[in-house]
Each structure stands twice: as C-alpha cells, then as structure tokens.
C-alpha cells in the first residue's frame, strides 16, 4: 500500500527546511515566519522541472458522472449528513460525510451537487492524508486530469497543480506584477483547453489565520441577469482563449512550459451537460477577444461583461478555508479569484486536482 503524504520523510522536511531557511524576508513578521517553520507537507512543495514536456492535449470522448446520478442524493447526503447554502445562487457547505469514504454512486451524486451549487465546500476532510495515488483515483472518477504546463507540482505527480505563497515565493505578484491596487484576478482554470475543466478538487494544507480566501462567482447567475434581448444577441459568439501570456511568463523567470501553448475558440455562453443551464463562459484570466468583431468592439463588449461579473457582489460567495478544507467546484459555470489579502511571512499551501470534461456545449436561443 502506497504511503500517505503524512508520512513523508523526516529527510525530505530536512531539505525543504534548508531551502526555505535560505529566503529573505521583505516584510517585518508580525507573526512567525514562513522561514521558519517548514510546510506541514513537503511532499507537495511546488517543483519545477523545465525538462518535463507533453503533447498537445487530443480531444476525448466525455460523459459527466452527473448525469448518473440519483436527484436525491443518498449516498453523499445520507443520514448525518448536513447541507448548509452560503447564498441562493451559489455555494454550499457539507459536513458530516469524508469524500475518501464515499462509493462511486457517491461521486456521480457529488458531481451533481458541484453542478447545481456550482462551489461546495467539505470541511475537516482526510482528503490532504490519503496517498498521492488515491488522490487521483478519486479526482479521475470526474475526466481525465489536466497537466498544467507551468505551475509547480509534487516531484514525480505531475497531475498536482500546487498553489504556494510564503515570505520569498508569490508567483501571483511576479506574473500580474506588484504595481497593482486591486490584488483579485477572475479566471477559470485553464479555460484554454480544448476540453476545460469541469468538477474540480482544491485542498488546504497549511492556511493564513485570516485571509487568503477564495471568491466564486456564479456564471450562469451572471448570464441570468442579462435582459433577454442581451442575451439572445450573446449566444452564438465566439472568443478565443489563450494559453500564450502564461507560457511567455514562465519562460520569463526560467520556469517550465509543459506543453506548447495553445489558443482555443469556445462559446461566449455554454450550457451545463447535466443541468442544462445556460453560462457565461468568459474570464479576465485567459479571455483575449471575441471572434469576427472589430479590436475596440470587443475590448467594449468584454470589458462590460468583465465588469458585469466581477463587481456583482449578489452572486458571488467567499469560501473560507482551514487545514483539511476540501473544495469542490465545477469550473463550466464558474470564475474565481484569490485573495492575495494576507502578511507576505505566512504560508499559504494549497493543491488542486484538474480533470477535464466535454468540449464546451454552445448555447442556442
């Protein structure tokens, strides 16, 4: 049987120790530093190899686990079970139950949820302390695992896309740069791929006191909003995503890029598989320009529509985190942004598992 991450080497924390000891500070600590205190899992401190190459991703067959799944949910809402909403359109808290324990019919079911819920979060999870292998068996029950072609993994598992901040790494400030006012950057992971991502799975390791959440807002609560007229006149346009500026970035500062990077035409508004709503599918991130308009044409239209989903606060929910938080959300019907919002001497360690679904579904009026 595989180990689990919790029982990585005392030699492997030793290294990360000395790696880290070797950072400098650029703020007075107002709480014990990063420097100080190794990851409480080194086995996921991010690793860069700018030897690690891929092809370029092919088109799959898909079918979400949703669309399996029993409406009523038995085997993940089962007695004990509790379901609290964080706001009518988006967002919900499940406790009482261990995504490890659950069974396949489990997962079709949760798979449901994400969709309906579009983000649920699953405090004190095991999730963080199963085996890198187990993590993945469950993560691939939802499509096949993206390889992200930059960020950091775990040496050796390069389906692990790593998120880690502390008093001498913040790679959010290296790419988007440190001369900005407002710290939040709405994406949706990868949305560049062929096939993007659907059901995804994010896990705390180590987590600021306060701060260093996460914002969700709903895609399909902001295309709801929309007249009808508006609409109507969006579906059927198409905007091309772009991997470019994240692969320059990395080849920038010396890092990896995994894969060539690609750009994608998707529909402006794409529909659910399982829910059949219909979405917004655009982002700050990696959304470059619309398709058959002229350049000031959709530099308006996107910027509206940016504006639109960042600034609507009544669609958006906060998902706060502690160690062994798991989150899961469908990316299809979501944006988010971290909240760069903490001291640069605190860690900030998280993991995220990508699997992809279908080729985005245009919407028709």
């Not at 096949?144 to 001498?168: C, L």
């Not at 440190?178 to 995804?200: C, F, I, L, M």
């Not at 062994?324 to 019907?333: F, H, I, K, P, S």
Request: charge should be negative; aromatic fraction near 10%.
């Amino acid at each position: 049987m595989a180990p689990s991450v919790a029982e990585v080497t005392t030699a492997a924390t030793d290294e990360i120790s000395r790696g880290i000891s070797k950072l400098q500070l650029k703020a007075e600590p107002k709480e014990k530093s990063s420097e100080e205190v190794p990851p409480s899992y080194p086995f996921y401190y991010p690793h860069f190899d700018v030897t690690e190459k891929y092809p370029p991703t092919e088109i799959f067959e898909f079918t979400d686990p949703g669309t399996r799944a029993d409406p009523k949910k038995p085997n993940l809402l089962s007695e004990g079970t509790t379901l609290k909403h964080l706001s009518p359109y988006i967002g919900s808290e499940v406790s009482g139950v261990q995504i490890s324990k659950l069974n396949k019919e489990g997962l079709d079911e949760l798979a449901l949820l994400a969709a309906e819920r579009k983000i649920v979060v699953f405090p004190n999870q095991d999730f963080k302390d199963l085996s890198p292998e187990r993590q993945i068996e469950i993560a691939r029950h939802f499509g096949p695992i993206q390889i992200h072609p930059t960020s950091g993994n775990a040496k050796g598992y390069p389906e692990f896309h790593v998120v880690y901040r502390d008093a001498g790494h913040n790679r959010f400030e290296e790419y988007l740069g440190a001369n900005r006012a407002n710290r939040t950057s709405w994406h949706s992971d990868v949305s560049y791929e062929k096939q993007p991502p659907g059901t995804t799975f994010f896990w705390i390791l180590d987590q600021p006191e306060t701060g260093g959440d996460t914002i969700f807002s709903s895609q399909v609560e902001a295309y709801n909003r929309l007249s009808p007229t508006f609409q109507k006149r969006l579906e059927g346009l198409r905007a091309v995503h772009s991997a470019v500026p994240q692969a320059e970035a990395s080849r920038r500062r010396g890092g990896p890029v995994r894969r060539e990077p690609v750009e994608t035409e998707h529909p402006l508004v794409r529909v659910h598989p399982v829910t059949g709503e219909k979405a917004l599918y655009i982002n700050q991130g990696f959304t470059k320009y619309i398709v058959g308009f002229k350049d000031e044409e959709s530099e308006y239209l996107l910027k509206f529509l940016f504006d639109h989903i960042s600034k609507g606060a009544d669609f958006h929910v906060r998902a706060s985190y502690q160690p062994g938080t798991l989150v899961v959300w469908d990316n299809r019907v979501t944006v988010h942004t971290a909240t760069n919002d903490f001291e640069k001497v605190v860690r900030r360690h998280a993991v995220r598992l990508t699997p992809q679904a279908e080729v985005p579904i245009p919407a028709t009026s």
